[in-house]
């Protein structure tokens, strides 16, 4: 018999549905995966001067939204190490009941600059904000990335064939639901050391990275990321930032997503499934 699957209770509800098969139709209960909005807040300035402004809205499936934040800081470039991230907590201070649970607060070094103006626009690292793919390249480069090391890590081909099976298997929530991107860490041995759900692939490695992040491990440079569906340029701009130099996808690569991992000398993998994948950027790697 199998272990019981125990899912966190924000993470998914019921909903009442119809099944039809053939021409039978029949009532059920139906698994969702969750889907809210969390706001991020964030706390800067010396001491006694604190200040408080929202910095961000994304849709996630709740759970982990510390680490959530704390990976989003990081990615998008307000925070470059764990000193400079003093907590973040749930918000007390929330004025309406769908609020509750939906917000948290990041409080910053006192010491920290804060660029103000470009918080007031736009995040860089978005799909849809019209920057052009160099630029978008210099500015994660500005963010400084961790270096990528050019000594490894070093991978057996037939460890990345084991990698999807390995991440599915601990998809507790996607097993139940169908309906959620994970990110997954593994060892170069392909042993699964970490692994983030969410009904966002950015959200999820947001998740995973900010886990790594609170527990002082970064840089991730001895390790493997597997995230399902495809590899975007926002996915590798956020590996890079936590120093991985292996990203594996299920899915596709995007162009922007090839040129940024052979600019940041990442290895990128893609269609890794059904015992198969490509090699796109820096093969060196798998060995």
């Not at 039809?20 to 809210?36: F, K």
């Not at 704390?70 to 400079?84: C, D, N, S």
């Not at 900010?210 to 590996?239: D, T």
Request: proline content about 8%.
């Amino acid at each position: 018999m199998p272990a019981p699957v125990f899912l966190p209770p924000t993470s998914y509800e019921y909903a009442r549905v119809q099944r039809v098969q053939g021409e039978a139709r029949t009532p059920a209960d139906d698994v969702l995966a969750a889907e809210e909005p969390l706001e991020i807040r964030l706390g800067y300035g010396p001491s006694g001067q604190r200040e408080h402004r929202t910095l961000a809205v994304t849709m996630r499936t709740p759970g982990h939204d510390e680490e959530l934040a704390a990976g989003f800081l990081l990615t998008e470039g307000l925070i470059r190490r764990r000193e400079e991230l003093l907590g973040v907590r749930p918000c007390p201070d929330v004025q309406k009941p769908e609020e509750q649970g939906n917000v948290v607060r990041a409080e910053l070094a006192a010491g920290l600059p804060l660029d103000l103006p470009r918080l007031e626009r736009h995040f860089y690292t978005s799909s849809s904000c019209g920057v052009c793919g160099k630029t978008s390249i210099e500015a994660v480069h500005a963010a400084a990335c961790p270096v990528l090391p050019a000594d490894g890590p070093l991978i057996a081909a037939p460890v990345i064939h084991q990698l999807p099976e390995r991440q599915r298997e601990a998809q507790a929530v996607f097993e139940q639901t169908g309906g959620l991107h994970a990110a997954a860490l593994f060892s170069p041995e392909g042993e699964l050391l970490l692994l983030r759900e969410d009904v966002g692939r950015h959200n999820a490695l947001d998740k995973l990275i900010g886990a790594a992040l609170l527990a002082g491990q970064l840089p991730l440079h001895r390790h493997v990321l597997l995230v399902s569906g495809r590899a975007s340029f926002e996915l590798v701009q956020k590996a890079a930032v936590a120093g991985i130099g292996v990203l594996a996808a299920v899915g596709a690569p995007s162009s922007l997503a090839v040129q940024a991992a052979q600019d940041f000398g990442m290895t990128l993998l893609g269609f890794v499934r059904q015992q198969r994948y490509n090699i796109y950027t820096h093969p060196w790697r798998i060995t």
